[in-house]
């Protein structure tokens, strides 16, 4: 018998608000993100009118809040996020299906377009895989710049193939909520589209 495996889409689907958002808020406080929200603002304009696009925007973003710090700090904020933050974000009937996967049996993995750094020490505390956006260190410092592609579409399905056999697993599980995630949701067996919503 094959195993079963389970792809949970994070921002939206698992937590009940945007990561980015908030640990910008938990690490550089509320002034700075309205602040950095306001300076952003016309870029953000121009992504709506689609003049430029999602990706170079999160760039954008990540570069003004955590352009030039040093990786170890970066890290160390994030895994502080994950303890003290995330869990009071999380949906519960979320946790409690990826509880159910994991008490089946089946293997779980989160997949977002988040940044590994503030998503992966949660996983790791759960006992789960994370594939995330990858963020750039040069110098042992964040640049803000995505290495590689973002985790979003396609690019969602070209990750975990990359990490897993698929032919290899008998049920395929996948949940998410936004548009980016209807790749993966269309290479599962079971997909489910805004179920906790």
Not at 147 to 159: M, P, S, W
């Amino acid at each position: 018998m094959r195993p079963s495996i389970a792809f949970f889409d994070f921002d939206g689907t698992v937590t009940k608000k945007d990561t980015l958002f908030e640990i910008v808020r938990y690490t550089k406080g509320n002034t700075a993100l309205y602040t950095g929200l306001l300076m952003l603002a016309p870029a953000m304009v121009l992504m709506k009118l689609k003049m430029l696009s999602n990706v170079k925007v999160k760039q954008l973003f990540l570069q003004y809040f955590f352009g030039n710090m040093p990786e170890q700090q970066f890290r160390s904020k994030c895994a502080a996020f994950c303890r003290e933050r995330l869990p009071f974000l999380i949906r519960e009937d979320a946790l409690q299906a990826i509880k159910e996967h994991q008490l089946q049996g089946h293997r779980v993995a989160v997949v977002t377009a988040s940044a590994q750094e503030w998503v992966q020490p949660w996983c790791s505390a759960l006992g789960i895989e994370c594939i995330a956006t990858r963020l750039e260190t040069v110098n042992a410092r964040i640049t803000g710049r995505i290495y590689g592609e973002n985790c979003n579409g396609e690019e969602k399905v070209r990750r975990i193939e990359e990490k897993f056999s698929l032919p290899l697993y008998g049920e395929i599980y996948a949940y998410g909520d936004t548009s980016g995630d209807k790749a993966m949701l269309a290479i599962a067996t079971h997909p489910f589209f805004r179920k906790f919503n």
